[in-house]
């Protein structure tokens, strides 16, 4: 198990359980503090969170792949962050930060042209998706109303008066926004 060897250099102080994919049990630190335990779901978690530990430890507890049974997730992080405190970054997390370091550079290049075509396919959409949920001027508005006799065909009437506030234009108030929505 690769995260053991990972484990067996960074939990010094404390007491962590492992419990791999297959059941098996290892446990790290010098027995001191409480006891944590976490299970690893799938037997891949060994070489991911011994490579990456930094990014896979929270997707595999968001995904369900890494479950805390003794203790909570707060007693973990806090075992292992107060360790890694004290002991110097294994081999293999310092060659994965350097590798990803040096080629950081190639996986964010994005020139103009890459740039406008993310762009286009996050922001280019059907017309038909902006008529679900814009005015019939295509504005996008928010508001707060105190009542809950509002009638909604009408809102978009009254929130023209934010839209140039970044363009220093003047903004008016309307007194409708004060005075009770008649039903």
Known sequence: MLFARLLRKVVQKGQLTVI?????????????????????????LHRDL???PELRMGEAYMDGHL???????????????????????????RFYRGFDHAFRVFQQYNPAARARANAAHHYDLSGRLYHLFLDADRQYSCAYFTS??????????YAPIACHIAAGATLLMFELWRQPQKA
Do not use: C, K
């Open 20 to 44: 791999g994919a297959d059941g098996s049990a290892r446990s790290f630190g010098d027995g001191t503090g409480p006891t944590i335990v976490i299970r690893l779901h799938q037997s891949r």
């Open 50 to 52: 011994f490579f990456d």
């Open 148 to 157: 809950a006799n509002v009638n909604y065909p009408h809102v978009s009437l």
């Open 67 to 93: 479950t805390v049974e003794e203790g909570s997730l707060y007693d973990f992080v806090d075992l292992i962050m107060s360790n890694l405190a004290t002991v110097r970054a294994p081999w293999a997390m």
